[in-house]
T-cell receptor
């Protein structure tokens, strides 16, 4: 079945640094989503990407839909302590709820003050 | 406020004692889904529902039941819980068609411990 790979499992950065996270797939997706999960909470949608090559920003976050449709990345610039959490990528083959959303295993981000 | 709510947030129970975790959304979403989250395994889909009275199995449906009698509610039922169902459970919802159909909104989670 479809799998999304996120690595490393954990990342440790200094406050103020930029960080980039990658998500790769063995198969093509037509929608990419990035979620963040704060400790003790449910995942919250950060950015949705619907077109190959699309680059979308949300504040300090920027995400891109890879040209090959098999990858996506998320950049966080000028990190702050509240960026701590688990970042999940998710891919969907076809737009619409009848197409399964596949999640990566997540990257745990720690930010040192 | 648009949201997905789950109850209870925390539950400790014993093997074999039937339980229900409720999920409700106020966004008029057609699609609802249940996931479990386990360390090292990420989010795995248990069941989903495309609309009222329409439900289907996800990746890990064994030991679970669901129902969708109303659009806003999607309870998760464990008829005879076992320790391997100890997990963090999330309900999610979205529209079923259109641009927003991919964007699932998650509830706050229910941490279940089965002893």
């Amino acid at each position: 079945g479809q799998q999304l790979n996120q690595s490393p499992q954990s990342m440790f950065i200094q406050e103020g640094e930029d960080v980039s996270m990658n998500c790769t797939s063995s198969s093509i997706f037509n929608t990419w989503l990035w979620y963040k999960q704060d400790p003790g909470e449910g995942p919250v949608l950060l950015i949705a990407l619907y077109k190959a090559g699309e680059l979308t920003s949300n504040g300090r976050l920027t995400a891109q839909f890879g040209i090959t449709r098999k990858d996506s990345f998320l950049n966080i610039s000028a990190s702050i302590p509240s960026d701590v959490g688990i970042y999940f990528c998710a891919g969907q083959l076809a737009r619409g709820a009848n197409s399964k959303l596949t999640f990566g295993k997540g990257i745990t981000l720690s930010v040192r003050p | 406020e648009a949201q997905v709510t789950q109850n209870p947030r925390y539950l400790i129970t014993v093997t074999g004692k039937k339980l229900t975790v409720t999920c409700s959304q106020n966004m008029n979403h057609e699609y609802m889904s249940w996931y479990r989250q386990d360390p090292g395994l990420g989010l795995r889909q248990i069941y989903y529902s495309m609309n009222v009275e329409v439900t289907d199995k996800g990746d890990v449906p064994e030991g679970y039941k669901v129902s969708r009698k109303e659009k806003r509610n999607f309870p998760l039922i464990l008829e005879s819980p076992s320790p391997n169902q100890t997990s963090l459970y999330f309900c999610a919802s979205s529209y079923s068609l259109g641009t927003g159909a991919s964007e699932q909104y998650f509830g706050p989670g229910t941490r279940l411990t089965v002893t």
